[in-house]
């Protein structure tokens, strides 16, 4: 299996004034191309963190990075702007859908970002179809705050598909919503990856870390095991459990 994603001994501290936190300590992992993983652990374990990294909105302090197949550490900020829109599609706890833009040109926005430009014609017919993905196509004229939040996070989802990413980044897509709603995201987060898009996944529940191919988890700042579905196999990587 090819890897979209590959860390090799993954460091990240964060300095303040007065206080140094290693966040994440030698993280080796790799995602593969289709894959579906969840990331779990305690509250303030690096789960954002890592997938922060992932998503290149903030750089390792140590080790290597290759996302699909190209070493990213030590990119410029444009440079990394750049990749993510090209890879990347992220789906956060909150939706941070623009108020004052119709669902159809929320979902529109990240392809105003795209160099070289994609013409109104196919911005048209690739909002439309996300939108179809998530069942809201006949919501595109309305504003956020006429939906429901699983609505919103459902749109959250068809921007974050818009770009035709690479891997999709999920944290704690369902941490905003009642539970029925969470497990209609959850479901189409899970359709997506039966459709072939990668998926990292941050989750606290238990019930949602089990829909992913492999489970990772993280331990103050260590990845401590992966459980793969498939095999069943469990991988202590590091550390007691
Ligand atoms: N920008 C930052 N500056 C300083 N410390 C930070 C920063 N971001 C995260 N941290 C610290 O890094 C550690 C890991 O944080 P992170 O948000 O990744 O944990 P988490 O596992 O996602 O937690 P939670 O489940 O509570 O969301 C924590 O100790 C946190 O305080």
Request: charged fraction near 20%; include cysteine.
């Given at each position: 299996?090819?890897?979209?994603?590959?860390?090799?001994?993954?460091?990240?501290?964060?300095?303040?004034?007065?206080?140094?936190?290693?966040?994440?300590?030698?993280?080796?992992?790799?995602?593969?191309?289709?894959?579906?993983?969840?990331?779990?652990?305690?509250?303030?374990?690096?789960?954002?963190?890592?997938?922060?990294?992932?998503?290149?909105?903030?750089p390792a302090?140590?080790g290597r990075y290759l996302?699909?197949?190209?070493q990213v550490d030590n990119l410029?900020?444009?440079?990394?702007?750049?990749?993510?829109?090209?890879?990347?599609?992220?789906?956060?706890?909150?939706?941070?859908?623009?108020?004052?833009?119709?669902?159809?040109?929320?979902?529109?926005?990240?392809?105003?970002?795209?160099?070289?430009?994609?013409?109104?014609?196919?911005?048209?017919?690739?909002?439309?179809?996300?939108?179809?993905?998530?069942?809201?196509?006949?919501?595109?004229?309305?504003?956020?705050?006429?939906?429901?939040?699983?609505?919103?996070?459902?749109?959250?989802?068809?921007?974050?598909?818009?770009?035709?990413?690479?891997?999709?980044?999920?944290?704690?897509?369902?941490?905003?919503?009642?539970?029925?709603?969470?497990?209609?995201?959850?479901?189409?987060?899970?359709?997506?990856?039966?459709?072939?898009?990668?998926?990292?996944?941050?989750?606290?529940?238990?019930?949602?870390?089990?829909?992913?191919?492999?489970?990772?988890?993280?331990?103050?700042?260590?990845?401590?095991?992966?459980?793969?579905?498939?095999?069943?196999?469990?991988?202590?990587?590091?550390?007691?459990?």
């Open positions: 299996m090819q890897n979209i994603i590959e860390m090799q001994e993954i460091g990240k501290v964060f300095t303040t004034a007065d206080f140094q936190t290693h966040a994440l300590r030698n993280i080796n992992m790799t995602v593969g191309k289709g894959e579906f993983v969840s990331i779990s652990g305690p509250s303030g374990c690096g789960k954002s963190t890592l997938l922060s990294l992932m998503g290149l909105l903030e302090s140590s996302l699909a197949g190209q410029t900020f444009d440079q990394a702007a750049r990749l993510r829109n090209l890879h990347i599609g992220f789906i956060f706890q909150s939706f941070n859908l623009v108020d004052g833009l119709s669902v159809f040109d929320n979902v529109a926005l990240p392809l105003r970002y795209r160099v070289p430009k994609i013409n109104k014609h196919d911005t048209q017919q690739r909002v439309q179809s996300c939108l179809e993905k998530v069942g809201l196509s006949h919501r595109s004229t309305h504003r956020p705050n006429q939906l429901s939040g699983g609505q919103q996070q459902r749109v959250a989802i068809a921007r974050a598909l818009v770009t035709q990413p690479s891997i999709l980044l999920v944290d704690e897509a369902t941490g905003n919503l009642d539970s029925k709603s969470g497990d209609a995201v959850m479901k189409l987060i899970s359709d997506l990856h039966q459709q072939g898009t990668t998926i990292c996944m941050v989750t606290h529940d238990p019930r949602y870390a089990d829909m992913a191919s492999r489970r990772v988890q993280l331990f103050d700042g260590e990845l401590l095991t992966t459980v793969s579905r498939a095999s069943g196999m469990v991988n202590t990587v590091f550390g007691p459990l």
